[in-house]
């Protein structure tokens, strides 16, 4: 193995299947002086899989600053240093981006090795026909917070990708279907690449039923692919101007239902068509 070179290089690991690990990434993993890791226990599970032998560093949420501080010390002594993540694609729903800023800051390269994303996984396995996608991963974990998101994600022209826990993926689920247009569909990816993997692609509306109908579907861990908008029918002139005028007055979400209970449109349209109102004149 030539000589690695001094630089931090950023390694994409199996979001489940051993398997799903580059020849590149492993050969790296090899050579490297140190592995930054989320959870030493997890990486050194996948490290010993392939019979490499090679310290490990925690690098997580609670002390990425200070664990950044030594990778940039080891990358001063000339080490090279990888860092992964407990699955997939680190800086992506994961720790690393901080370490990465001030690796680069200190004026050392970084060297991304591509592999394993959750979304990505997801996304090739869909088969929606949007030409856009949205990564959102996460939603607010506080109700207020996500609906609003929702509401606001409703807008954007785009299928949205989301990450969720298998605690809140009924509810989340529930709301997806509230708050967004019931012609979109969904694609529930659960447990990609592992044993029980189900990717089921269905109407929005269909979700909450298909989850409930059997409690396995509501374990593991899972990505929601959501199709972009359905091509937004023109307004009846009408309503467009009843919304811009009670949108000049009122914030979106008021705007949006003083003008669904007068013009009797559904509040969901036209709080999209207000968000996109509102997008134009800013
Ligand atoms: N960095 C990872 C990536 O590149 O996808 C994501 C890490 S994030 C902390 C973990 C979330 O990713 C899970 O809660 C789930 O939403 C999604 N995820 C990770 N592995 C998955 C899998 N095998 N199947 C479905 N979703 C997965």
Known sequence: MPDMENALYVVA????????????????LR?????????TRHARHLLDHHSIKVPTLALHQHNENEAAEKLVRLLGEGKAVALVSDAGTPGVSD???????????AGFRVIPLPGPNAAIAALSAAGLSDPRFL???FLPAKVGARRTAIRELGAVDAALVFYEAPHRVVETVGELVELLQSQREIVIARELTKLFEQIERMPLADAPAWLAA????QRGEFVLVVSGPPPREDMDVETERVLATLLAELPVKQAA?????????PKNVLYARALALKARDL
């Open 13 to 28: 690991t199996p979001i489940g299947n051993l398997g799903d690990i580059s020849l590149r990434a492993l050969e790296t």
């Open 31 to 39: 050579g490297v002086d140190l592995v930054a890791c989320e959870d």
């Open 95 to 105: 720790p690393g981006a901080r370490a990465v800023a001030a690796v680069r800051a």
């Open 135 to 137: 990564f959102v991963g």
């Open 214 to 217: 059997d409690a396995n579907r």
């Open 257 to 265: 239902k003083l003008a669904a209970e007068i013009t009797g449109q």
